[in-house]
């Protein structure tokens, strides 16, 4: 499933918040790790000074020391744990390496993911420039657009304490809406959870610090909307009070199905509120949610854009890490106008 993981990093405390997921990751589904360090000339941080070619050499050497220690350091934690997948690398070799590129930040990791096969991209929300009011900064946020590729947001403003050695996912909130869309992410979530089954049997972490990892199914009910004046008539109260009726009753049976079929720790909740991304993330606090498990578009999706409306705003207002299942491949993505007017006319 994901084989390949890429982590892009700019030498800051919070883009490596990103690491012990990505690590996390590379355990349960025995995969490599490439961590990516993109240079750009034109940062503020260095303005005229990055031209000087004395000094880019430096701050390139530097670059490379720093990935080199950490991809040691990551591949000395992961090398503790070489039998929890079987897909994994046994042999000795390091399942970590790492990447320098020079130009503009978010165009070199889209280019990278998406031309060396990589799987799944576990990018932090923010990085050198800091927190700021923001949910998302700029060089994630165009990321995570043009991606088209499973991607793992880990907000760093919720990972202010020191991270265990072992990243654990205890608790896996999975919104569905009984599209097909919805329902890609379960073969996910379902490996999750075994695979952390496997590193809790197969090493000695005590059982009271990493619980069983429990799927937690959610399907929000929204009232009609009816593009007529208020007050309501009888007659459409009535009808408003049926849809509601008809609605709680099917959505439970879907739930229910899904909760026999998927079998192991699931939980189902059944909500009602005018607005699902606000019922997502009320349910994520109140449960302590450890991750939100997303397909990127759901039963209005359309492939127009890379996520629908609820991921959207799940993905910008959030406070959990969120994993987005790309359901459009690759090649069905049309370019936007702007892409377009780059390729035909430059960037300048």
Not at 202 to 218: A, G, N, P, S
């Amino acid at each position: 499933m994901f084989k390949r993981i890429l982590v892009p990093l700019d030498g800051s405390a919070f883009a490596e918040r990103a690491i012990p997921h990505a690590e996390q990751f590379a355990r349960i589904f025995g995969a490599d790790l490439i961590l990516l360090r993109v240079l750009d000339v034109s940062s503020p941080q260095d303005s005229a000074e990055a031209v000087d070619p004395l000094k880019w050499q430096i701050r390139k050497t530097d670059a490379e020391l720093y990935l080199k220690e950490l991809a040691e350091k990551i591949q000395k934690r992961l090398s503790n744990y070489p039998d929890i997948n079987d897909g994994g690398d046994k042999s000795g070799n390091s399942r970590v390496q790492y990447i320098i590129r020079e130009g503009r930040v978010a165009e070199n990791i889209v280019n990278y993911a998406q031309g060396e096969q990589i799987d799944l991209v576990v990018i932090c929300t923010h990085g050198m420039g800091g927190l700021s009011r923001w949910n998302i900064s700029s060089v994630t946020h165009k990321v995570i657009s043009l991606i088209y590729l499973p991607v793992l947001i880990v907000r760093a403003y919720s990972e202010m304490e020191i991270q265990p050695e072992i990243h654990h996912y205890q608790r896996i909130l999975i919104p569905v809406d009984s599209s097909r869309r919805a329902e890609c992410v379960f073969s996910t979530g379902i490996a999750i959870r075994e695979g952390q089954t496997a590193i809790q049997s197969k090493t000695k972490i005590e059982t009271d610090d990493f619980q069983t990892t429990t799927l937690l199914l959610v399907s929000v009910i929204k009232p009609p909307e009816l593009p007529i004046p208020e007050p309501y008539s009888e007659e459409i109260k009535q009808l408003q009070d049926q849809f509601l009726q008809v609605s709680r009753t099917a959505v439970k049976n879907y739930l229910d199905n899904l909760k026999n079929h998927l079998s192991g720790d699931c939980e189902t909740y059944l909500l009602e509120n005018q607005s699902v991304p606000t019922a997502i993330q009320e349910l994520a606090g109140k449960e302590k949610i450890d991750l939100i498990l997303m397909s990127a578009h759901g039963y209005g999706g359309q492939f127009n854009y890379p996520y629908g409306s609820i991921v959207r705003h799940t993905i910008e207002h959030g406070n959990v890490p969120i994993l987005i299942i790309q359901d459009i491949p690759l090649s069905q993505v049309k370019p936007t106008q702007a892409e377009i007017a780059v390729k035909k006319y430059g960037s300048r």
